[in-house]
């Protein structure tokens, strides 16, 4: 089983929105209130870069890129982080990931985002 299930990407024109939600499918509980998370994306032939990060505190930082227009959130009872995207522009167009902020875990399979007219 794979430790994180990304979810909810698709093709928006710009402009739009989407919310991804990711699972973490193998951290107990206790280990997932813990930690630090983060979204993480990677547009084609790019590397992956970090869109934003939720601490265990529910603290938040964002890529500058996205500061503004993407919120990210979590709910620990259900293990789960999202990223509220609004404002979507060509630009945001990327298979977007989930993991610690340390990127320490392996990776998932990612859900793909196109935004285009």
């Known amino acids: 089983q794979a430790q994180f299930a990304e979810s909810g990407g698709g093709s928006v024109q710009p402009g739009g929105s989407l919310r991804l939600s990711c699972k973490s499918q193998?951290?107990?509980?206790?280990?997932?209130?813990?930690?630090?998370m983060g979204w993480y994306r990677q547009a084609p032939g790019k590397q992956r870069e970090f869109v934003a990060s939720?601490?265990?505190?529910?603290?938040?930082n964002y890529a500058d890129s996205v500061k503004g227009r993407f919120t990210i959130s979590r709910d620990n009872g259900k293990r789960m982080v999202y990223l509220q995207m609004n404002s979507l522009e060509t630009e945001d167009t990327a298979v977007y990931y989930c993991?610690?902020?340390?990127?320490?875990?392996?990776w998932g399979q990612g859900t793909q985002v196109v935004v285009v007219s």
């Open positions: 993991n610690d902020i340390r990127a320490s875990r392996s």
């Open positions: 939720i601490t265990s505190d529910r603290f938040t």
């Open positions: 193998r951290m107990i509980l206790s280990t997932f209130n813990s930690e630090d």
